[in-house]
């Protein structure tokens, strides 16, 4: 191997002459619609697992068969976040190993191959399982969330196997989940059983976003998350809304009534006994949170403090489901009872379970009329704040730089949750994380029109490149 093939401009060439390549595989992946989600055919699911196992089994890298050496599909039971034991097994993973050479790091390279349902097929552009290019953008569910980060992945793989005739000095450990978008539920098992040929040195995760198509990010912080479903009942049946009205409350009047105590008058999350998390944040304007959310003309923004403070570092909490009649199948009755959902961010410095206890208590304490509420489903994931003061982590912000043509990478909060980093670094806490993606503000991930940019897409697999390759040069 000659010093040649590693240069930034021999890299770049690498890179665009395998970025059709890789698109065309992206859209294959994306044409598998692999919900992992109970209720969808989880045949798929087994189908991208399959696709990922079949490409690393064929690489080079991981053909030696050495001890703990291999490629595997992996899928071990899964459990609920409260202690209460096995409740299903979980979805098909795929794990690589190749061990390291004496005196140099293990990558562990980290995505999911399972999307989100698709959801109202109404409001998608295009069949979100038939992707579509449209102004530098690749259309269809689970483009950027996360295929995207797989195909990074192989990628990048692909071109460190070519520079290096197969043969790298860094140990590498390829890690493609199957149930990110559905909790994570077996991940704890998957960790205990897998340990050994998960085990790594630099990890980095591929499940992120970036400031914009031309600005990159290494992602710091992370929220955590509580979700659960709330059942708000104060009737034994249903009953004539006009006999009966005015004199007793009906489950939705009570939901109500709860659901806005959990708000101050300015939108701020009211339940107390929630952490805010105190860093400094870069400046945003309203006129940017405009833009990425789409806020409605002449609606206000809510909370208080810095838009980024109140998005990375503050606890929000939103109400993603209810189950009631519809307008359409509405009757005069007074319901007996509403179901809802709830999504609760947690602030980095405290922990979901002290944040679910918050609002359990709050509950208790401000549910109207006596009205009975069962809490139900409940998912935890604890939040993060990354150290980027490694050696791996200034690799990293190097690489990104000579992938975007210069451009300074921000160091940056993220307001969603990736509860299973926070396991990988109980598990290897000596491990430096890398939070790293290929989205950006208009890639709308988890809802309609999910998109990826190709521009994002081809800078991420080069800044991935990069690093793999001065890892494997430098060592770590």
Request: charged fraction near 20%; glycine fraction near 8%; include cysteine.
């Amino acid at each position: 191997m000659t010093d040649s093939l590693r240069s930034l401009d021999s890299l770049r060439d690498a890179t665009a002459a395998a970025f059709p390549g890789a698109l065309d595989e992206l859209m294959q992946l994306v044409r598998i619609p692999s919900v992992s989600w109970d209720g969808f055919d989880l045949t798929h699911v087994a189908a991208t697992a399959q696709h990922v196992h079949a490409r690393l089994s064929a690489s080079p890298l991981f053909a030696r068969g050495g001890d703990n050496e291999g490629v595997w599909i992996v899928r071990e039971p899964a459990s609920d976040s409260q202690g209460g034991g096995d409740t299903a097994m979980g979805r098909e993973a795929v794990i690589a190993r190749r061990n390291a050479a004496p005196g140099y790091p293990t990558v562990m390279l980290y995505a999911h191959h399972d999307v989100q349902p698709e959801g109202d097929l109404e409001l998608w552009d295009s069949n979100p399982f038939d992707p579509e290019i449209r102004d530098g953008r690749l259309y269809g569910r689970g483009a950027a969330d996360d295929k995207a980060g797989v195909m990074v992945h192989l990628t990048a793989l692909d071109t460190l196997a070519a520079v290096t005739a197969g043969n790298p000095n860094i140990g590498i450990v390829v890690f493609i989940e199957g149930e990110e978008e559905f909790g994570s539920k077996s991940f704890p098992q998957i960790l205990s059983r897998w340990r050994d040929r998960l085990a790594a040195d630099v990890i980095v995760v591929a499940d992120s976003d970036n400031r914009s198509v031309d600005i990159p990010s290494l992602t710091v912080s992370l929220r955590g998350n509580v979700t659960c479903t709330l059942t708000v009942s104060t009737l034994a049946h249903a009953s004539h809304s006009g006999m009966l009205g005015g004199a007793v409350p009906d489950g939705m009047m009570a939901a109500v009534r709860l659901l806005d105590s959990f708000y101050t008058a300015d939108g701020s999350v009211a339940i107390a006994g929630l952490h805010r998390h105190e860093a400094p944040v870069p400046d945003f304007t309203l006129d940017e949170l405009q833009h990425d959310s789409g806020l409605l003309p002449g609606v206000s923004d809510i909370g208080s403090g810095p838009i980024l403070s109140r998005l990375w570092f503050q606890p929000s909490l939103t109400v993603t489901g209810i189950d009631a009649p519809t307008v359409m199948n509405a009757s005069n009755t007074v319901l007996p009872s509403v179901r809802v959902k709830v999504s609760m961010r947690v602030a980095p410095g405290q922990t979901a379970q002290a944040a679910f206890e918050a609002l359990s208590a709050h509950i208790a304490a401000h549910t109207p009329w006596g009205a009975h509420v069962d809490i139900a489903d409940v998912d935890l994931g604890n939040p993060f704040l990354v150290d980027a003061s490694g050696s791996a982590a200034a690799l990293e912000l190097e690489a990104l730089r000579d992938a975007w043509d210069g451009a300074d990478p921000v160091c940056a909060g993220v307001g969603g949750s990736i509860p299973f980093i926070a396991q990988l670094n109980s598990v290897f806490p000596d491990a430096q994380i890398l939070v790293t993606g290929v989205e950006d503000p208009e890639s709308r991930a988890h809802s309609p029109n999910e998109s990826l940019s190709l521009v994002v897409f081809h800078r991420a697999i080069l800044a991935e490149t990069l690093l793999l390759s001065r890892l494997d040069e430098r060592g770590e």
